[in-house]
């Protein structure tokens, strides 16, 4: 009802609306669905459930849709019969707001199913983008490189405000670490966690998101992630536990800290974006440098103005 609050919708808009919604916890509701999209969270075998529950009812030919934000596809349809109807739809949070739509192709996918998966996203006036299958697709896997270094700066110097703040200055609506109290930090340390057998051991790697999960200071809904939260109230406040941890493990770590301006924060913010940008463009997992560029602006804020980290760059 926030729409008609705002006065985006009429009362009677909205009302059709709700009796178009049908909700049930019985998979056989879906019998006759033309397209299933699942949303749950991001843990393979769960979602592998809920394909295998959907296969049962619906028709041969009805599209499964994965919304998994780092997941690969193949690896959650498994054992699900008519591949050519798998496709990934990943919306971005808020999904009734962001207008980015990642369209994830398959192996296997058919060019109907891929046209409907676009023509969905139009008629939802979302901005659909083709993907390739990588870890975290287009938007994520740049979003994970970024964080990485946004928690480099941190052991090397910086505070979360310091960082969020440079980043605010470049046209972003919000740094890092807003972001990450704004969604929820268990998101980013599930899929860590999952990474974790696979990862390199020569990867540097900042275990700060880690410990503060640990302590079960998940974000705003905790009222304390990076930074701590007055109920009611999502102004972030700096937190002496985190700046603490933070001087901690870098000392643990043998860093000495030093200072960095806002311009050098930019820097190499944007750095990792354009280089994973373009490692991205060079697999083949998105056609073009303008494809990240509209992920970039329509699914993470990037400032338009700007035009995107690959025009940024160029």
Known sequence: MGGVKR??????????????????????ASADADLAIEAVFEDLGVKQQVFQSLAGH?????ILATNTSYIDPTQIFEGISNPTRFIG???????????LLEIVRLPTTSKDVLATGFDLGKRLRKVGVLSGICDG???NRILSAYRRQADYLLMDGCTPKQIDDSMRGFGTPMGPYELQDLTGLQ??????????????????????GDLLCEAERFGQRSQKGWYAYVEGDRKPNEDSFVTDLIEKEASEAGIERRTFTDQEIVDRLLAVMINEGALIVEEGIAERDLDVDLVKIHGYGFPRWRGGPMHYAN
Do not use: C
């Not at 739809?89 to 207008?99: G, N, R, T």
């Open 7 to 28: 006065g985006k919708i009429s009362n009677n808009k909205a009302e059709k609306l709700k009796s178009n919604l049908v909700a049930s916890n019985d998979y056989a």
């Open 58 to 62: 619906m028709r041969e030919d009805a």
């Open 89 to 99: 739809l990943h919306f971005f949070s808020p999904a009734h707001i962001m207008k």
């Open 137 to 139: 697709f287009i938007g």
């Open 187 to 208: 998101i980013s340390w599930a899929n860590r966690k999952r990474q974790a057998p696979t990862r390199s051991p020569s990867e540097r790697y900042v275990r700060i």
